[in-house]
């Protein structure tokens, strides 16, 4: 590569990264709400949604990869054409592509959806998900916190015999979760507990 191309692959690498550090958020929030609904969301769900982790993931990678390029870039500038350096810059583009893919993955296999049977939860750092049946809850609780005078609606927590499992009430689990409620004690024998906590104003 001669130092003309190199300037500009150097000039391209920097605008690049520049472009992905301002657009980072919306894009990794359009990626992960794309996939999961088009791809791992099923009309059998009763509810589907993505963690929050699986959205700080995507982000992450879409904020390192800017930085990786300015890395190469500058090195670029600052070493003439050899060999050595082109085996380097190789060596920092697969390094770039299989962090992007690997952090990729991860982000867009985390994910939890309800149906009939149970509770299913892909965390962020497994690669299989696990199964939490209805039939072995033993009880669930739904946490309010009361702040300022006003009791929102924080998170509900199934329990399964010493395993428990919290998830945030969103506005869209708040929508989504009285069928899911109403399926369990009904069903299922386990009524939901109420817990109201008060938050210290300081």
């Given at each position: 590569m001669s130092a003309h191309n190199a300037d500009r692959a150097g000039s391209l690498m920097i605008t690049v990264a520049v472009i992905l550090l301002f657009a980072?958020?919306?894009?990794?929030?359009?990626?992960?709400?794309?996939?999961?609904?088009?791809?791992?969301?099923?009309?059998?769900?009763?509810?589907?949604?993505?963690?929050?982790?699986s959205y700080i993931m995507m982000i992450v990678v879409f904020l390192i990869i800017p930085v990786l390029l300015i890395i190469m870039a500058i090195y670029l500038f600052k070493?003439?054409?050899?060999?050595?350096?082109?085996?380097?810059?190789f060596i920092a583009s697969v390094f770039t592509l299989l962090f992007m893919a690997s952090g990729g993955y991860l982000s867009l296999d985390n994910y939890y959806?309800?149906?009939k049977n149970g509770?299913?939860?892909d965390e962020?750092?497994?690669?299989?998900?696990?199964?939490?049946?209805?039939d072995e809850i033993t009880s669930m609780k739904q946490i309010n916190k009361k702040e300022a005078g006003t009791l929102t609606p924080d998170k509900v927590i199934f329990t399964y015999e010493e395993k428990k499992l919290e998830l945030p009430l969103t506005p869209k689990l708040r929508n989504e979760i009285d069928p899911v409620?109403?399926?369990?004690?009904?069903?299922?024998?386990v009524e939901l507990v109420m817990e109201n906590i008060t938050v210290d104003e300081e």
């Open positions: 980072s958020i919306p894009i990794s929030i359009f990626i992960v709400t794309f996939i999961h609904h088009s791809v791992y969301l099923d009309r059998s769900h009763w509810f589907f949604d993505s963690p929050m982790s070493t003439d054409e050899s060999k050595k350096r082109s085996f380097n810059l959806y309800m149906d509770l299913y939860y962020l750092w497994k690669l299989e998900k696990t199964v939490y049946h209805w409620i109403n399926y369990i004690e009904n069903t299922k024998g």
